[in-house]
């Protein structure tokens, strides 16, 4: 016996030498805390990574190409943003410093969709992108018979035009508007993006035949509800109540965009509204980001209408900024007047100082199988926008912090500091949820949001000791701190804590129609 042993331990030695082992993996990672959400696997493990995928996640140290030692830091799915307006490079970057590996454009959306893929396939893409196809630019071009531009500011020219949001379609108009859609389904939208509180006088049945047309081919839509007050009529409750309404009559999976901001101080009947409809087989599912500001255009219908500003909890003029500079009465009215796509922020809610208002918060952010998503978007200095190979941002860029600090927002507040959520379950609202949210409807994601063998190496490396947001409203560019590594389809895109610049390892996410038939 013990002469097999040793021949059989021999032979073992052969086979598994450390030179055989280090051709195997392009990359490994030894020691870390690795966390599967959806496996509920939570242990120190050494992953090894080749050709794009993880080949295995063993028990014992590996070695590689590149060997790192990442004692102490947790190894985590890349993370997936549900709500990524900046689809470019310089904002990319930004997002991969906060732990982002795929940034979607779905609330939005945009048309046309097949320009939106060729023109990030031609720049090349930080982290892998996609988007929906666009119910607003839809609308928009059907209405006032204009081409639209495959970039979701796009419909900030006409966000203070009351033709587009106010006109019931004809049978006439609506097939035009659902033509167009159903154009970004076929060329590989991932559902359908509804800015519905942009438009808030539109038909109901104008938005049950958008969500009808989803149920038909088997793709979500992301909506911004209608309405923004926390009085009736025409509230938000009302708005969300509409959702549940027509994902129920039409079996379309509809999914809620940032429900912390458009919930306001009626956030517990919502959410139990949700819920309960959840609960009854209702394919609703939401998201939400850990900021008490939006941002959006000036002109936005939501700023208009008689005591909206009471209606939205009581807000003042100053509560709105520019540039981070706070606005007053005369200058709020001016530019919504005459310049209706300036880009503000708008504080609806204050958590620093008023805990109802964080307690408001939490319940959107701590929402059962809800997924954080940023709602971030392109940076610019002064008017310019930032777009193409740039890197660093300069400090003088603004845009909504959220753009840059959102997840690292969410793991310091939620999970390091308050302690509130586990780390297990802080990764997954960052990464399986996303990913389960649209794993039915797009294939790809189905291997993403997973640290599991056979799954896209999409891996963050993070120390859950120092993970912070530093960006904030006054100087929102400034990146997150604490990811050592974010791995982007096998690639090391963040590196020592900085980003690689040499490389662009994204990939195009696209919707099942489009992917089966290329
Ligand atoms: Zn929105």
Excluded: C
Aim: hydrophobic share 40%; no cysteine; proline share 5%.
């Amino acid at each position: 016996m013990t002469g097999i042993i040793a021949k059989l331990a021999l032979a073992g030695a052969l086979v598994f030498s450390p030179a055989a082992f280090a051709q195997d993996y392009d990359i490994v990672l030894n020691n870390g805390r690795v966390i599967d959400p959806e496996t509920g696997l939570d242990a120190i493990r050494h992953v090894g990574i080749r050709g794009g995928e993880i080949a295995v996640i063993s028990e014992a140290p590996l070695e590689g190409t590149r060997t790192l030692d990442v004692t102490g830091r947790i190894v985590a799915p890349g993370f997936i943003d549900l709500h990524g307006h900046g689809q470019d490079t310089p904002a990319g970057r930004m997002q991969a410093l906060d732990g982002v590996t795929t940034t979607l454009e779905l609330e939005s959306g945009v048309l046309p969709i097949a320009d939106f893929y060729a023109t990030a396939a031609e720049e090349g893409r930080p982290i892998n992108y996609g988007a929906a196809t666009s119910w607003a630019h839809a609308r928009i071009a059907a209405v006032m018979d204009v081409d639209p531009d495959a970039d979701t500011y796009w419909f900030f020219r006409y966000i203070g035009d009351p033709r587009w949001q106010t006109e019931l379609a004809d049978d006439e108009r609506l097939s035009a508007i659902l033509r167009h859609i159903n154009t970004g389904i076929e060329e590989g939208g991932l559902g359908i993006g509804i800015l519905l509180g942009y438009a808030p006088g539109i038909g109901r049945a104008e938005y049950h035949a958008v969500n009808a047309l989803a149920a038909a081919r088997d793709v979500p839509t992301f909506t911004h509800a209608r309405f923004l007050s926390a009085i009736e009529p025409q509230s938000s409750f009302e708005g969300f109540q509409e959702m549940v309404a027509v994902a129920a009559g039409t079996g379309a999976h509809m999914h809620i965009s940032h429900l912390n901001s458009i919930s306001l101080s009626d956030i517990d009947r919502i959410a139990d509204m949700i819920t309960t409809a959840q609960n009854n087989g209702v394919n609703i599912t939401v998201e939400a980001y850990p900021y008490g500001a939006g941002a959006t255009g000036i002109g936005a219908a939501m700023f208009r209408g008689d005591n909206w500003r009471e209606r939205m909890g009581g807000i003042e003029y100053s509560d709105f900024t520019v540039q981070g500079q706070p606005l007053d009465e005369e200058r709020f009215l001016d530019l919504q007047e005459n310049a209706p796509g300036t880009g503000i922020v708008v504080h609806f809610l204050n958590p620093d100082e008023r805990p109802e208002h964080q307690a408001y918060l939490d319940r959107s952010i701590l929402f059962p199988g809800g997924a954080i998503a940023s709602d971030g978007g392109p940076w610019a200095v002064g008017d310019e926008r930032l777009s193409g190979d740039v890197w660093p941002i300069p400090d003088n860029a603004h845009s909504h912090p959220r753009s840059a600090g959102t997840f690292g927002r969410f793991l310091r507040i939620y999970a390091r500091e308050r302690g509130v959520i586990d780390w297990p379950e802080a990764i997954a609202k960052v990464s399986f949820y996303p990913a389960r949210i649209l794993s039915d409807s797009v294939p790809q994601m189905r291997r993403k949001g997973r640290l599991q063998e056979g799954m896209d190496a999409d891996i963050v490396v993070f120390d859950p000791e120092t993970v912070s947001d530093q960006a904030t409203f006054q100087q929102p560019a400034q990146a997150t701190v604490g990811f050592d590594y974010v791995i982007v389809n096998g690639t090391v895109l963040v590196d020592e804590g900085a980003i690689n610049t040499s490389v662009l390892p994204g990939r195009a996410i696209r919707g099942t129609v489009a992917s089966g038939a290329q």
